[in-house]
């Protein structure tokens, strides 16, 4: 017979304190506060037919393809139903409001921050330190050898059929010092430390859906931040 352990309201409370999230989770409270009484402000309502399209989609992402899957997943977080459509009700909101403040200055950040869109299709291969990195960088640039028979010579065998193959990458999601070199010349190979860089090419990016979604909610994170540093936090804990 298993052991029970109950847990109270306050025990809730004190693990978020304990685990140092309660900034975290006291921000996303003011945020939906905030988001709430500006949507008010402006007459933005959420519809049934929009609820039920947003809730749709919801499930979608998280695999809940099944009635059965949905409620064990509302067992798993501990939601009613009703938390379930307070849940799809505030996402929803935000977005909605997000694209009544910022949707008009969608195509201007995009056009003046495209560089931070663009992406690099990277190859990469690691040696065994920094100097054999640089000789093996110069014997490329002088022509001795290939880098595609460098991955050869220093991958793994059941790695060496991807050819280095590193990944796409904006320049957010390298290191600095490396995306500084990759978006601003012409695809070359590079050294970083001891890992030698092929930069295949350049990818300029489109104002498509999913990049104006990103631009979208990239402009609210950055207008929330500054609410949020506006506002008075006062929990009463």
């Not at 663009?118 to 054999?132: E, G, H, I």
């Not at 978006?183 to 990818?203: D, G, H, K, M, N």
Request: aromatic content about 10%.
């Amino acid at each position: 017979m298993s052991e029970l352990f109950p847990i109270f309201p306050n025990d809730i409370v004190q693990q978020v304190k304990l685990s140092l999230k309660l900034p975290e989770i006291m921000n996303a409270i003011v945020t939906r506060q905030i988001v709430a009484t500006l949507a008010a402000r402006f007459h933005i309502e959420v519809d049934p037919s929009e609820l039920q399209q947003a809730a749709d989609a919801f499930r979608l992402r998280h695999n809940l393809s099944t009635t059965e899957a949905t409620l064990s997943w509302l067992e798993q977080y501990r939601l009613t139903i009703e938390d379930f459509e307070a849940l799809i009700y505030a996402e929803t909101l935000q977005s909605k409001l997000s694209e009544h403040l910022f949707d008009r200055q969608i195509e201007t950040y995009f056009a003046e921050n495209a560089n931070d869109y663009s992406q690099a299709v990277l190859y990469k291969v690691t040696l065994p330190d920094p100097r054999t990195a640089e000789r093996i960088l110069r014997a490329i640039q002088a022509n001795v050898m290939t880098f595609n028979e460098v991955v050869q010579q220093y991958t793994e065998e059941e790695n060496r059929h991807q050819t280095g193959y590193w990944g796409t990458f904006t320049a957010s999601e390298i290191p600095p010092e490396l995306a500084r070199i990759v978006f601003t010349t012409a695809p070359q190979i590079c050294r970083s430390s001891a890992s030698l860089i092929y930069v295949e090419r350049l990818i300029q990016p489109e104002l498509t859906d999913v990049l104006r979604a990103q631009i979208l909610s990239d402009l609210f994170s950055d207008w929330a931040r500054q609410q949020l540093d506006r506002a008075e936090l006062r929990p009463e804990l």
